[in-house]
């Protein structure tokens, strides 16, 4: 089955950090792009960071110090390293990954950071 597999998420004091993990499973291949994206309550889904094939990243403002995105290309993996984690981070966060033709989400994780 073609899936994403998010893991990683949790409860964190402010200040605090987490480590996201994505896995892709072995009917995914080909991924170009990986990306993480957060939706919190009541608002849009918004994109966090991403990572392209050559390792190129991109992060919105409002992370940028502060989390690192990063892949494993062998085990299909997708990494979001939050440091300095703010009550206004708390969101689900999504994994997507994009091919040529389609792309995949994952099912989310919850971060939930207290103040």
């Known amino acids: 089955q073609a899936q994403l597999v998010e893991s990683g998420g949790g409860l964190v004091q402010a200040g605090g950090s987490l480590r996201l993990s994505c896995a892709a499973s072995?009917?995914?291949?080909?991924?170009?792009?990986m990306e993480w994206y957060r939706q919190a309550p009541g608002k849009q889904r918004e994109l966090v960071a991403a990572?392209?094939?050559?390792?190129?990243?991109k992060y919105a403002d409002f992370v940028k110090g502060r989390f690192t995105i990063s892949r494993d290309n062998a085990k299909k993996t997708v990494y979001l390293q939050m440091n300095s984690l703010k009550p206004e981070d708390t969101a689900v966060y999504y994994c997507?990954?994009?091919?040529?033709?389609?792309?995949?989400w994952g099912q989310g994780t919850q971060v939930t950071v207290s103040s």
């Open positions: 990572i392209n094939s050559g390792d190129i990243t």
């Open positions: 072995r009917m995914i291949f080909s991924i170009n792009a």
């Open positions: 997507h990954a994009l091919q040529i033709s389609r792309d995949y």
